[in-house]
Nanobody, 121 residues
Framework: QVQLVESGGGLVQAGGSLRLSCAAS????????MGWFRQVPGKQRELVAT???????NYADSVKGRFTISRDIAKNAVYLQMNSLKPEDTGTYYC???????????????WGQGTQVTVSS
C-alpha cells in the first residue's frame, strides 16, 4: 500500500500564488507517474499536471504558463507551484501516483485525500 499526503491548499486572491506538496509513503515501491488532478462539485475530476519518472511533464491547457509541476525523486514527493491564480482554478486538488511494487509488475493507482484551493475574485 502507498499513502499520499497533500498539503498547501488554502484561500488566495486572484493573481496570487499557492504551492501544493504531496509525499508518498509505503514500502518497496517505485513511482512511474505523479501528478495533480482537480475536481469541482458536479464535474469530473480533471488532469492539472503530471510528471513521469523520465521527467516528462504534461499540463492541462488551462494552466500552461501559470503552473509548474516538479518532483523530488528521493523524497517520493511532487509539488505544484500555482501562479497567477484565477477563480476558475478553485477546486479540490488531488495528488495522484501510478506505482509499481517490482520490475515489470502491474501499475497501481493511488490518490491523496484532496486539498481545497479557493481563489477569490
Amino acid at each position: 500500500q502507498v499513502q499520499l499526503v497533500e498539503s498547501g491548499g488554502g484561500l488566495v486572491q486572484a493573481g496570487g500564488s499557492l504551492r501544493l506538496s504531496c509525499a508518498a509513503s509505503g514500502s518497496r515501491f517505485s513511482i512511474d507517474v505523479m501528478g495533480w488532478f482537480r475536481q469541482v462539485p458536479g464535474k469530473q475530476r480533471e488532469l492539472v499536471a503530471t510528471s513521469t519518472s523520465g521527467d516528462t511533464t504534461n499540463y492541462a491547457d488551462s494552466v500552461k504558463g501559470r503552473f509548474t509541476i516538479s518532483r523530488d525523486i528521493a523524497k517520493n514527493a511532487v509539488y505544484l507551484q500555482m501562479n497567477s491564480l484565477k477563480p476558475e482554478d478553485t477546486g479540490t486538488y488531488y495528488c495522484y501516483a501510478a506505482v509499481r511494487f517490482g520490475l515489470d509488475t502491474p501499475v497501481f493507482q493511488y490518490w491523496g485525500q484532496g486539498t481545497q484551493v479557493t481563489v477569490s475574485s
